[in-house]
């Protein structure tokens, strides 16, 4: 069983709807990342956090520290939030990553 | 301006080959790193160094050498390539290694060995 567990590990939904991509891990941590990979191969950080919540315009992170959980939500999708979106956790100097979310919006 | 950029961005190659791939970030971090993506897109940390000095050696192969001339580029230089090291490497730096800090990652090298 990996460290970092995600769920769903694909998931297609229309223009519009709620999104929302749940990780969990069974390691203590100093961290957690959320990852985004573009079809092109790119990859990108949108939130590190080690506790509580963040918000970057459609995106929300949640973590909770006790049950060792976190959740990605995205407001509004759009077809342009189609990617592969990967969580990672950070201890001991370094990244241990999910296996990743593939996210795909229809118009 | 590229913060990370990797050379070269594609590399076909035959198996008993040796290669390298080349790294640089200019946003003054002092931590670099080396990950690869196999063709499941699962992602894993290979080497990690601080001011040029190595801190994480994640059970890779001798066949991979990294090396940190300056604090700006990390190179992978890889011996006798296997099938096996068919795969994406990612280089990626951060601030420093001993707090949290985002990690920005470069556009990647696909690495295929016949």
């Keep these: 069983k990996n460290e970092v567990e ?4 694909n998931l297609t939904a229309q223009e519009g709807e709620f999104i929302t991509i749940n990780c969990s891990y069974s390691v203590g941590i100093s961290a957690l990342h959320w990852l985004q990979q573009h079809p092109g191969g790119g990859i990108v950080s949108l939130f590190m956090l080690s506790s509580g919540k963040k918000k970057h315009g459609r995106l929300i992170a949640t973590i909770n520290i006790q049950e060792k959980h976190s959740s990605l939500h995205i407001t509004a999708s759009h077809p342009r939030d189609s ?4 969580c990672a956790v950070q201890g001991a100097q370094k990244l241990v990553f999910g296996q990743g979310t593939r996210l795909t919006i229809n118009p | ?7 070269p961005k594609y590399l076909v190659t035959q ?3 040796d290669k390298s791939i080349k790294c640089e970030q200019n946003l003054g971090h002092d931590t670099m790193y ?3 993506q196999d063709s499941k897109k699962f992602l894993k ?3 990690s160094y601080n001011n040029k000095e190595l801190i994480i050696n994640e ?3 001798n066949r991979f050498s990294p090396k940190s001339p300056d604090k700006a580029h990390l190179n992978l230089h890889i011996n006798s390539l296997e099938l096996g090291d068919s795969a994406v490497y990612f280089c990626a730096s951060s601030r ?4 949290t800090y985002e990690q920005y990652f470069g556009p990647g090298t696909r690495l295929t060995v016949t």
């Design chain 2, 34 to 36: 080396w990950y690869k």
């Design chain 2, 1 to 7: 301006d590229t913060a990370v950029s990797q050379t």
């Design chain 2, 59 to 61: 059970t890779v192969p």
């Design chain 2, 96 to 99: 420093n290694s001993g707090m």
């Design chain 1, 6 to 9: 995600q769920s769903p590990q």
């Design chain 2, 45 to 47: 940390i290979m080497f």
């Design chain 1, 83 to 86: 990617a592969v979106y990967i």
């Design chain 2, 15 to 17: 198996m008993g080959n």
